[in-house]
């Protein structure tokens, strides 16, 4: 029983989100999302256990004393983690998963689950995701110059990743992941 797992990552603000959402409502690939846990507060649109289980951070150090993440990482303060309960329940059950992290998150990953596909978005250039940046936190720039480190930071990764996949256009992106994930899965079949 081939492991079928998407891992998702990219730089910050590359607009993964979109992508994700069009990942999940296929009804072909049918994946099942793995939920993260986290330190920082509940938006009020997000949802404890449908966006994020989110915690607190004596809850989290727990979790990591006792091994109970694959990876974890912080950003601003907070802490962002992959429980292995969440990852082995679904694969359990022969489900295709699709996994979010931090770009430092897929190393962690790729080892305790080697068949992972494991993607990194990419904006169109460093000009137009600053862009983005700028707009989506034009009101606070501390936060948008944060983003804008972190996604550079990010960028320096992505060169070690197999599959780099352009955000020029969401459905575009997503349909290339779909395809890529597909002819490794099946190569991991005619192994089997």
Known sequence: MAKRVIVLSGAS?????????LLLADKELDLRFV??????????TE????????????????????KELYEYTEFNGYYYGTLKSEIDFWLKQDKAILVEVEAA??????????EAVCFFVVPTSMEELEKQIREKY???????????????MEMEIAPLFNNQITNDD???????????????????????
């Open 170 to 192: 969401p459905e575009r992106a997503y349909k290339e992941i779909k395809e890529i994930a597909q002819r490794e899965w099946a190569k991991l079949e005619e192994e089997e």
């Open 47 to 66: 949802v404890d256990g449908d966006d994020y289980y989110f915690v607190d951070y004596k809850y989290f150090a727990k979790a990591v004393k006792q």
């Open 138 to 152: 034009n009101d606070d720039e501390a936060s948008a110059r944060t983003r804008l480190n972190k996604a550079k």
């Open 13 to 21: 603000s590359v607009g993964k989100g979109k992508i994700k959402d």
């Open 35 to 44: 939920i993260s846990m986290t330190t920082r507060p509940k938006k009020p």
């Open 105 to 114: 998150g897929v190393g962690p990953l790729k080892l305790n689950i080697p």
